[in-house]
């Protein structure tokens, strides 16, 4: 089975604060995704990246940027923290495109104070 | 505008009966259209995929079919159990060059015992 893990369940940070986000897969997968969800707003991409090094903005890249360094990792900061930033944070993986599925890691819910 | 909805509001069906979900887009012409399940606090988690010349797709109790002229799909669960109870979420693949998915915002399904 596909494994995605994230590093934190919950998050609580405060304004300006520079937060990371960690998302490890573990199926060699060359895609990798990271979007937030709201209420009533669904789920909304941040950045993706198709290879180690490249990334994509998605629909709402303000205020976030993105790392790839290795294939298995992807990782998103928040360079100063805002209270609008308050909101679940999503990865997700999968193979190349060809409309595969994504799997999803277990989320994080970043409260900033 | 471009824009996939689905069923704000909830969903309660009774136990054994069968739960379907409406997934409508507009200006959209997806190759693909997925379903994923997600249970509170959770990430989406894939169920179905069907292709734009396929008419229905089965998988266990699940149904889903895809209607590209009315630009809908639909989502039957069957025999329907308390444990069906989540979020179902449809996703547009609409990659044309860069990558695209669209997410719908979800409709929560309650099933009464």
């Known amino acids: 089975d596909v494994k995605v893990t994230q590093s934190s369940r919950y998050l609580v940070k405060r304004t300006g604060e520079k937060v990371f986000l960690e998302c490890v897969q573990d199926?060699?997968?060359?895609?990798m995704f990271w979007y937030r969800q709201d209420p009533g707003l669904g789920l909304r991409l941040i950045y993706f990246?198709?290879?180690?090094?490249?990334?994509e903005k998605g629909d709402i890249p303000e205020g976030y940027s993105v790392s790839r360094e290795k294939k298995e990792r992807f990782s998103l900061i928040l360079e100063s923290a805002s209270t609008n930033q308050t909101s679940m944070y999503l990865c997700?993986?999968?193979?190349?495109?060809?409309?595969?599925?994504?799997?999803f890691g277990p989320g994080t819910r970043l409260t900033v104070l | 505008s471009q824009k996939i909805e689905q069923n704000s509001e909830a969903l309660n069906i009774q136990e054994g009966k069968t739960a379907t979900l409406t997934c409508n887009y507009t200006?959209?012409?997806?190759?693909?259209l997925q379903w994923y399940r997600q249970d509170p606090g959770r990430g989406p988690v894939f169920l179905l995929l069907?292709?734009?010349?396929?008419k229905e797709k089965r998988k266990e109790r699940l149904k889903v079919t895809f209607d590209t002229t009315l630009k809908q799909s639909l989502f039957h669960i069957t025999a329907s159990q308390p444990a069906d109870s989540a979020t179902y979420l449809c996703?547009?693949?609409?990659?044309?060059?860069?990558?695209?998915?669209?997410f719908g915002t979800g409709t929560r399904l309650k099933v009464l015992a």
């Open positions: 996703a547009l693949d609409v990659t044309s060059g860069t990558y695209k998915y669209i």
């Open positions: 199926m060699d997968h060359e895609n």
């Open positions: 997700a993986s999968s193979p190349p495109f060809g409309s595969v599925t994504q799997y």
């Open positions: 069907i292709r734009e010349n396929e």
């Open positions: 200006n959209y012409s997806p190759a693909y």
């Open positions: 990246s198709y290879d180690v090094k490249m990334k």
